[in-house]
């Protein structure tokens, strides 16, 4: 062993990186804890929004949803809450699937269904903006 911790099974190359077996690090680890400091104002921002809208009709909603400051503000929610939910699942998956072909199907799964809710999402809050 060439580390000087006792019992240390790393390469000096694996040292120097701070790569676990997974081969990527902590990069997942940051981004849910950025995307979780990011949610909070906006999910405070979001309910804000939506509690604007209580008792107001039809028109007045649309109105309020298409302005430019509240549909960026929706944007940058269902982006960020996405992106978390979907690293969120794949940790889980990760960690508690240990069958290969099981593990690839759900991390595919989770793939896709995080992109076709953010889709929709993305979608219904442009038509709202745009008028379209």
Do not use: C
């Not at 949803?65 to 939910?85: A, D």
């Not at 998956?93 to 995080?114: C, G, I, P, R």
């Amino acid at each position: 062993m060439t580390d000087h911790t006792p019992g240390s099974l790393r390469t000096p190359l694996g040292r120097v990186r701070h790569l676990g077996s997974a081969h990527h690090g902590t990069r997942a680890f940051w981004h849910q804890r950025l995307t979780s400091v990011a949610n909070v104002p906006l999910t405070i921002a979001m309910i804000v929004i939506v509690m604007s809208l209580l008792g107001r009709n039809h028109a007045a909603v649309v109105q309020i949803l298409g302005s430019t400051l509240v549909s960026i503000t929706m944007l940058l929610f269902i982006v960020s809450s996405i992106y978390h939910m979907w690293i969120g699942m794949q940790v889980i998956v990760e960690d508690y699937v240990h069958d290969d072909v099981w593990k690839l199907v759900a991390l595919m799964a989770n793939t896709f269904f995080s992109v076709a809710v953010g889709l929709a999402a993305v979608y219904a809050i442009l038509k709202l903006s745009f008028g379209i």
